[in-house]
């Protein structure tokens, strides 16, 4: 039997490194796998839309796609948008079998990834118990994606960090800025600023300006290994009914 199409579904962005960063994880994705089909699809601003694509399957021939959306947590994009144009895409292609994966987080993988970043920027794991940490992602007006960020940053405190505080770049409190001078006021000595976001774009511009009184920086999760691994694991698991749940408890 051939394998599902991987669609990888981004939000989209005017920023052009929004989208090279995209399908430059597509492409490693591609190179864990080889023989994987991988496509990449856009909800706005950048081409190819999600509809374009599954309608290019379609005509191709394709029967099976995995809809993964490239997203951290479960807020409006996954319970909203990608659902509506996953179910418009199936009544117009009554053919072609669509399902729609969970989203990336939470997930070692993504901590992994985070660390990644971090250990680039210059902090090294004799450095946790001295320096602060802010966790800047994107932002939500979804309760259970701030509960999910919440509880991400207590699981890094809990990774020898002498403190740990989440800071959002829109829709919820406090600001990036806010989390280092609540650091500081602490009396933390170093702190470091890491960008729980996937690739470049307005947000994570945002969280960089607000990192500004920081020591460290670091860069987005970007198209690093670890994310890959994952956008596979999330593919393996919407293939294979019940990998998920296997895997959870395992």
Not at 20 to 31: D, G, I, K, P, Y
Not at 153 to 180: H, I, K, Q, Y
Request: proline share 8%; hydrophobic share 45%.
């Amino acid at each position: 039997m051939t394998a599902p199409v991987l669609l990888v579904i981004a939000h989209g962005s005017r920023d052009p490194r929004h989208a090279a960063t995209v399908h430059a994880l597509t492409a490693r994705v591609r190179s864990l796998r080889p023989g994987l089909r991988a496509e990449t699809g856009f909800l706005d601003f950048n081409a190819p839309s999600v509809p374009r694509v599954l309608e290019r399957l379609a005509a191709q021939g394709a029967q099976d796609v995995v809809a993964l959306p490239l997203l951290l947590t479960r807020a409006f994009h996954a319970k909203s948008d990608i659902p509506t144009v996953l179910h418009e895409a199936r009544s117009r292609l009554p053919r072609l079998r669509v399902r729609q994966a969970e989203v990336l987080g939470p997930s070692p993988l993504l901590n992994s990834a985070l660390e990644r970043r971090l250990h680039e920027a210059g902090v090294r794991p004799g450095d946790r118990g001295s320096t602060g940490l802010v966790l800047a992602s994107a932002g939500s007006t979804d309760p259970e994606a701030i509960a999910v960020i919440a509880e991400i940053a207590r699981e890094l405190r809990r990774t020898g960090w002498c403190s740990v505080r989440p800071a959002f770049a829109s829709a919820s409190l406090p600001r990036t800025e806010d989390a280092v001078r609540a650091l500081r006021d602490e009396g933390v000595r170093r702190v470091a600023v890491a960008p729980y976001v996937i690739a470049p774009g307005r947000l994570p511009d945002r969280i960089a300006g607000g990192a500004a009184g920081a020591d460290v920086r670091a860069d987005v999760l970007g198209a690093s290994p670890e994310l890959a691994r994952l956008l596979l694991t999330r593919y393996d698991e919407a293939r294979v009914p019940g990998a998920r749940a296997a895997s959870l408890t395992a």
